[in-house]
């Protein structure tokens, strides 16, 4: 991942609780292509469409990180 990208999650981050896709991914440790499969499976993170832009918010992707170390699936 560039240093361009991490420093663009950092500041979506501090800015807005909303993140890209490619943004997602990095702030969860997995691919974009990953966050993009589970996405048309209907699984992983919640994925909210603002315009026809998909974003992921913050709090989603903590919740789904947790329950996946909690062993369950959400």
């Not at 943004?23 to 589970?38: C, D, T, V």
């Not at 699984?43 to 996946?68: K, N």
């Amino acid at each position: 991942m560039a240093d361009d990208d991490i420093q663009r999650a950092e500041r979506a981050k501090r800015g807005s609780p909303y993140l890209n896709t490619a943004q997602a991914a990095h702030y969860l440790g997995i691919s974009e292509r990953s966050m993009q499969r589970m996405r048309a499976r209907n699984e992983g993170p919640v994925p909210r469409r603002h315009a026809r832009m998909v974003q992921y918010h913050i709090d989603d992707l903590d919740a789904w990180s947790r329950a996946r170390a909690d062993g369950r699936q959400i």
